[in-house]
């Protein structure tokens, strides 16, 4: 099992930053990622990033404006959120995908993180 932990979710103003954290622990995984379900709507990839190379993968309705990155030594990988919006308002999970799932680009669906935070709530107001 890999176990991950989120934090640094929070209220925020329309416009401002705000960086969430996670740790991850247990088993080796091959990538870490982050998605995002916002009220009555589905599961939604946001990045991922590969855990051996550091390569990172944002999904465009994200781009220029998120950025991950990770501490390797610390087991820690981060989502840097930029001039954010009320339509950013979602629980973020972080989620990991298995060590034999090393295919980079990584499928993205929901369905394929086989491991899953607890998830931080984010509330943009406007």
């Known amino acids: 099992q890999v176990q991950l932990l989120e934090s640094g979710g929070g209220l925020v103003q329309s416009g401002d930053s705000l960086r969430l954290s996670c740790a991850a622990s247990?088993?080796?995984?091959?990538?870490l990622g982050w998605l995002r379900q916002a009220p009555g709507k589905e599961r939604e990839f946001i990045a991922a990033l590969s855990w051996s190379s550091g390569s990172t993968l944002i999904a465009d309705s994200a781009n220029d404006r998120f950025f991950m990155f990770r501490d390797h030594a610390k087991n820690m990988a981060y989502l840097q959120m930029n001039s954010l919006s009320p339509e950013d308002t979602a629980v973020y999970y972080c989620a990991a995908q298995p060590l034999w799932r090393k295919s980079w680009p990584p499928i993205t669906q929901a369905d394929i993180w086989d491991y899953w935070g607890q998830g931080t709530q984010v509330t943009v107001s406007s």
């Open positions: 247990g088993r080796p995984f091959s990538t």
